[in-house]
């Protein structure tokens, strides 16, 4: 059916999961029977293998926001549901919205 999910919820944080493995972090602005948009979006990046041996061997992750890509994407993401696995709201206090929250602060 195309009836809607109710996932739109600008108010809150939530981590979007996909089956490409990917997992986007933002605010779902709205919601048609197919499509979620995806606002203020971030992903997580494990250091990547131009670090230094010694940062592969304890890689960090890093929160990056979607549009500095070199294809410059806009910040806007319209996710097909069909290519969603599960979605989850974000606590406040997680360590990730801490990080997205003082990101957006900069």
């Known amino acids: 059916g195309s009836r809607e999910l109710g996932f739109s919820n600008p108010n809150v944080w939530q981590a979007i999961f996909l089956n490409s493995n990917q997992v986007y972090f933002g605010r779902i602005v709205s919601e048609t029977g197919k499509v979620l948009v995806l606002k203020n979006i971030y992903y997580v990046q494990v250091a990547d293998s ?46 990730i919205v801490r990080a997205i929250e003082s990101a957006e602060q900069k």
């Open 50 to 95: 131009r670090a230094s041996e010694k940062e592969q061997a304890n890689p960090q992750p890093q929160l990056i926001k979607l549009g500095n890509e070199f294809h410059g994407p806009a910040d806007e993401m319209r996710i097909n549901k069909q290519n969603i696995l599960y979605i989850e709201v974000l606590r406040s206090d997680s360590q």
